[in-house]
């Protein structure tokens, strides 16, 4: 689920190696088409830092500074495309098996590319990982459904209570630690409006780039 078609499997492998030098892990990749006919594509990378799951704004800039360079000295994408780097947000993508032990307890939808008990859809509280099954405790239902990991098409923490305390103490946390790096670090832009830092919206972290 990092990686939904064969091109974004193709650049997540290029991306992966650039981010763990940075201790980050890439969340997700996409490149998606332009809402505009014959306007730029999105490439969009979610990351997040290896030790506790959250990224500063900074660490979004050196990872997007990283990934530029690769991509104008290999040009691995034609044409026109804009690249965005952010965090995963608080209602993030449940992408590895992993992240659904870490959000134990939390509220998510999940789909899959099969039907299950009837249906693809399923919303639940997360109850870990077994065998290399998603534990779900379904709305209305006693019993925990068992979901191959394999069958998660897509899958999302929902924006609840809970959640958005969680999201908040992290806000705090992020602001502390860029803080802590604004004397060490330079962004290297002339212009501010070229890195958009909306995570009163959005819990993300952007930097645009049109090639």
Same mark, same amino acid.
């Not at 306007?39 to 500063?56: T, Y």
């Not at 992240?99 to 999940?110: K, Q, S």
């Given at each position: ?13 290029? #991306? ?44 979004? %800039? ?15 994408? %034609?044409?026109?495309?804009? $690249? ?9 993508? $449940?992408?590895? $098996? ?23 859809? #399923?919303?639940?509280?997360? %109850? ?8 779900? =405790? ?10 191959? #990991? ?38 290297? #832009? ?5 890195? =958009?830092?909306? =995570? ?12």
């Amino acid at each position: 689920m990092r990686a939904k078609t064969s091109e974004d499997r193709k650049l997540l492998e290029i #991306f992966d190696p650039i981010a763990e030098a940075q201790g980050l892990d890439i969340v997700r990749v996409r490149l998606m088409g332009s809402n505009k006919p014959g306007g730029a594509r999105r490439l969009q990378i979610m990351a997040e830092r290896k030790i506790d799951g959250d990224i500063n704004v900074n660490q979004c %800039a050196r990872l997007s500074r990283a990934v530029s360079a690769y991509m104008d000295e290999h040009d691995p994408i %034609a044409g026109e495309y804009i $690249l965005e780097v952010s965090s995963p947000g608080i209602d993030r993508p $449940l992408t590895r $098996l992993k992240d659904f032990e870490t959000y134990e307890g939390l509220e998510a939808r999940l789909e899959l590319d099969r039907l299950a008990e009837g249906r693809k859809r #399923f919303r639940g509280k997360l %109850a870990g990982v077994e065998d290399d099954h998603v534990a779900i =405790d379904l709305e209305g239902e006693e019993d925990t459904a068992m979901i191959p #990991f394999a069958w998660i098409i897509d899958a999302k923490l929902v924006l609840t209570d809970e959640l958005m305390k969680r999201g908040a103490e992290q806000r705090a946390s992020r602001a502390d630690d860029e803080d802590d790096e604004d004397e060490e670090f330079d962004d290297g #832009f002339e212009d501010e409006e070229d890195f =958009d830092d909306d =995570d009163a919206a959005n819990d993300d972290e952007e930097e645009d780039h049109k090639r």
